[in-house]
């Protein structure tokens, strides 16, 4: 276990082989114990020290007094109008097994959107940073476009915290496409091109530019400062997603296959908040499909330009309720034409400033 050294983090426990704190995103020291945290942070009362975070900006510990706080000019979240909100959550660590090793309380924050009609849609806030995307080749299951891995800068935005509802679609569209009807499932046989109405008029209603999340958005938002196959370690179980149990991933055993989707917000969350980022729907981004990422944008901006095929094919990420576990890793990719509606792909939205 690595610990952050700012004195008011909130969850200052990080996995090992984590660079910058998942909760408030200062650069990590090795301090293998909470004691030799807390003695660094002693040594930080009598000196200003200096810690990196995210996107290269500089933040400090000052020794002014023993509470002192993290400068908010160095903040490192998405820029918002709107008041924030905090919402608290628990995630788990599994083994190569599958069973549950770890429990954390984590806290993140979040806008809320008035749909109309009943219906909200949550945004919660994601920090800014670098990660590697794509897999590495020792990764089973991993396919070429996985690779080559690449490190992607990442500017603070926010994320849906599940993917969009029936419900929400409803709300917004005044039709709802899903072969399975249900207020809090995820949409689905929605196209690429109906994502982005959907985004078109939510932007309208509440003045703010809703899109698609770019590929390496999604990736970073599903990781979240993970580097295993998927964010709850190095495999998963159906107690924890909602994919064909019967094709299991690693060591794990062969678990239930539901064969339906099942509401957002049932299984536990990633360490950013986030929901259902593995299995459930497949989940459409904005980027044209490439077969690698040989010339991607590392700058995690939406990939427009060149493409594979006549049609206009885009990514979508994430696995469903109907495909192998090892389809839901996060690294994992695939592509659909823009116009196509399938019963197991879905979306979520993503924003970069409130």
Not at 69 to 88: H, Y
Not at 115 to 128: Q, Y
Not at 289 to 309: I, K, R, V
Request: net charge neutral.
């Amino acid at each position: 276990m690595i610990y952050c050294i700012n004195p008011n983090c909130r969850n200052p426990e990080n996995p090992d082989r984590q660079t910058y704190c998942i909760t408030c995103g200062i650069k990590l020291v090795q301090t293998p114990t909470s004691s030799t945290r807390r003695n660094f942070i002693r040594r930080a009362s009598s000196s200003m020290v200096g810690v990196s975070i995210y996107g290269g900006l500089n933040q400090y510990i000052s020794s002014c007094s023993s509470t002192s706080k993290v400068s908010p000019e160095a903040s490192n979240k998405p820029k918002s109008s709107t008041n924030l909100q905090t919402f608290d959550f628990e995630t788990v660590t599994v083994d190569v097994r599958g069973n549950i090793t770890n429990h954390q309380r984590r806290q993140a924050q979040f806008i809320s959107e008035d749909l109309g009609s009943g219906a909200t849609l949550e945004m919660v806030a994601i920090p800014g940073g670098s990660f590697v995307m794509g897999s590495p080749s020792t990764e089973t299951g991993r396919s070429s476009y996985e690779g080559p891995q690449r490190t992607v800068n990442i500017s603070p935005f926010f994320m849906g915290k599940y993917e969009v509802t029936q419900e929400q679609y409803q709300a917004m569209m005044g039709n709802n496409p899903s072969y399975a009807k249900g207020a809090k499932l995820p949409v689905d046989n929605a196209t690429w091109n109906d994502a982005i109405k959907f985004c078109q008029k939510l932007s309208q209603k509440t003045g703010k530019s809703y899109r698609l999340p770019s590929e390496a958005e999604w990736e970073y938002a599903c990781r979240a400062g993970t580097t295993t196959p998927f964010y709850f370690g190095e495999t998963i179980t159906p107690d924890l997603v909602n994919y064909y149990g019967d094709y299991p991933y690693g060591a794990a055993p062969k678990g239930l296959f539901r064969a339906q989707k099942t509401d957002v917000g049932t299984f536990p969350p990633n360490a950013f908040g986030l929901y259902d980022m593995h299995g459930n729907v497949w989940e459409w981004c904005s980027d044209r499909w490439h077969d690698n990422y040989n010339g991607a944008p590392t700058d995690g901006s939406s990939w427009e330009t060149g493409g594979l095929g006549i049609e206009d094919n885009r990514v979508e990420r994430g696995g469903s309720s109907f495909h192998s576990a090892v389809d839901c890793r996060t690294a994992n990719r695939l592509t659909n034409r823009a116009g196509t509606p399938l019963s197991n792909l879905g979306f979520r939205v993503a924003l970069v400033s409130a």
